[in-house]
């Protein structure tokens, strides 16, 4: 187990027991959050089984939507932690009451979009504020490249800047955690110091091949990807990974991989 320390959130006054960056957690693995993509509860605990040296588990929406909380209580009874990534974004009363609902599973992460806005964001901070959950802001999904955020999304300003302004957003409203690119780490962590918790999807092996024969390039959907020592040297505090450990042919070689790169 890392180090844990208290971080208060100063909007919303809940005292949350996570790492912060000045303080990574000794263990270089349990910078790894490990994403349990199916919807199979037995599939999920066969990784979690095969796996006892992961520390922290994601449930997204696809296992939470096919079974629910079982998978939580499940984690916890193996002494997990739990990032819940239901990604909420909907309007405020919606999503303030939905967050009271995760929380009270005693979750440690839980996502919602910045791009609801700060109204919405402050329902979830409202509604999470008596638990030891974290929320973190989703900021722009890794999946989209620049060209599809300014050509699709019509986002005309820098996505970049556009990333910096959902997370000062979040950062208003207390959500002092960020779900973001590893290649937008660096200017994220400039700006917010260490106090911010970063986490960032969109690890790969290598920035142009996935390393994995299961998981070809043309078939990834992450676009703003780099590997598991570039995102930590950048500074963030979390990487989140699925399909690189969950789709290799041996999952437990590919973690500690990732493990190796985490500690150098
Ligand atoms: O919030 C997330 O976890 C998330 C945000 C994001 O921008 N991109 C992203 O990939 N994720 C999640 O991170 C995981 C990445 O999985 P792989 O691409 O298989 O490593 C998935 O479970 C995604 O839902």
């Known amino acids: ?77 193996r002494g997990k932690r739990i990032f819940l990534d239901l990604k909420l974004h909907d309007i405020p009363n919606t999503v303030g009451r939905a967050t009271r609902v995760a929380v009270s599973y005693g979750v440690d992460l839980l996502t919602i979009h910045a791009s609801g806005g700060s109204a919405m964001m402050r329902a979830a901070a409202e509604a999470a504020q008596s638990s030891s959950c974290r929320l973190l802001a989703v900021t722009l999904l890794t999946s989209l490249s620049p060209e599809q955020v300014q050509q699709e999304l019509g986002i005309g300003e820098d996505p970049a800047d556009y990333i910096l302004h959902l997370a000062q957003l979040a950062q208003a409203q207390g959500l002092t955690g960020l779900v973001c690119s590893p290649q937008e780490v660096s200017r994220l962590r400039q700006a917010f110091g260490s106090e911010v918790l970063l986490v960032t999807p969109g690890i790969r092996f290598s920035p142009t091949n996935t390393g994995n024969d299961a998981l070809h390039r043309l078939e990834d959907d992450q676009q703003r990807i780099w590997t598991p020592a570039r995102a930590l040297q950048a500074g963030a505090d979390y990487l989140v990974v699925g399909r690189p450990v969950t789709a290799a042919p041996d999952p437990v070689a590919a973690f500690q991989q990732l493990c190796d790169a985490a500690a150098h």
């Open 1 to 77: 187990m890392g180090i844990p320390t208290s971080v208060q959130n100063p909007s919303v006054g809940s005292a949350v027991s996570l790492p912060s960056s000045t303080n990574l957690p000794l263990n270089p693995c349990e910078k790894l959050i490990v994403a349990l993509d199916t919807d199979s509860l037995e599939q999920a605990l066969e990784w979690v089984d095969l796996l006892p040296q992961v520390l922290w588990w994601k449930v997204g929406s696809e296992l939470f939507t096919a079974v629910g909380s079982p998978i939580l209580q499940a984690l916890k009874e």
